[in-house]
């Protein structure tokens, strides 16, 4: 399946987790712009820098296939494989960024909407009763096959 077919498969967990890849890279880059704005923001930016790497294990799902991880590292990723696990991480970080904006604004509103939209598009797909998939480009099923 391509990234096309995905995109028309009309699957919110697919969604999700491409909301969630673009939060990773938001997660990184607003963590290090805001760990330079002031102390206020501090406690916030490094939240938002340990979720990008969280995020990202969640999300790509091969690399928990890699030998170097211990077994209780990937059991506890191994957990965050349905969608309420999901939505409840998802929206737990966006909360975390939305309450640094109470301290002062920032740029880390720009993580805290996207985590809340990648929390969304879990629900959505929950609410919907789409069990959850993984995208092949991101480690799901048939990526063995993609690399062979």
């Not at 673009?22 to 102390?39: D, P, T, Y």
């Not at 406690?43 to 991880?69: N, Q």
Request: include cysteine; proline fraction near 3%.
């Amino acid at each position: 399946m391509t990234f096309r077919e995905e995109l028309k498969s009309r699957n919110f967990s697919i969604y999700g987790q491409w909301t969630g890849i673009l939060c990773v890279i938001l997660c990184f880059a607003m963590g290090i712009a805001n760990l330079f704005e002031g102390w206020k923001h501090l406690i916030f930016s490094v939240i938002c820098l340990i979720c990008s790497p969280i995020i990202f294990f969640v999300e790509v799902a091969f690399l928990l296939k890699l030998p170097i991880w211990s077994e209780g590292f990937r059991s506890f990723f191994r957990r965050l494989q349905e969608n309420w696990p999901r939505i409840i991480m998802y929206l737990i970080m966006s909360i975390v960024q939305w309450i640094s904006i109470a301290v002062g604004p920032s740029s880390l509103i720009v993580p805290a909407i996207f985590l809340l939209f990648a929390g969304l598009f879990y629900l959505i797909a929950e609410l919907k009763h789409q069990d959850f998939q993984s995208s092949k480009m991101l480690g799901g099923q048939g990526i063995a096959q993609m690399i062979v």
